[in-house]
């Protein structure tokens, strides 16, 4: 059995998120369309569950660098490259 490593980033949604979904939820109780502010920000999830739209914008997939020098299993993130509104790298092992 192998183990298989993620990088993910973990978006901090307080803020910009809950005043986004405030206004998607003002559009829907009043049937209007969304505003493109809106697509933009939920892009095709903006006619999913709220639940579900925190769960899929919480998290991102992270590129990195994968190395074993000397039988160590090495994984780089460079940092600088991650959005603004990332606030932590989780790193997930599986078996």
Excluded: Q, W
């Excluded at 986004?20 to 095709?44: Q, R, T, W």
């Excluded at 769960?55 to 994984?75: A, G, L, N, W």
């Amino acid at each position: 059995m192998g183990m298989s490593t993620y990088v993910k980033g973990v978006r901090d949604l307080s803020v910009k998120f809950d005043m986004m979904m405030n206004i998607k939820k003002v559009c829907d109780k009043a049937e209007v369309s969304y505003p493109a502010e809106l697509h933009e920000y939920f892009g095709d999830m903006i006619h999913e569950h709220p639940d579900m739209i925190r769960s899929e914008m919480e998290e991102m997939d992270i590129k990195y660098i994968e190395t074993h020098p000397d039988t160590s299993d090495v994984f780089e993130v460079d940092l600088s490259k991650l959005p603004e509104d990332v606030s932590k790298v989780r790193f997930i092992l599986s078996y």
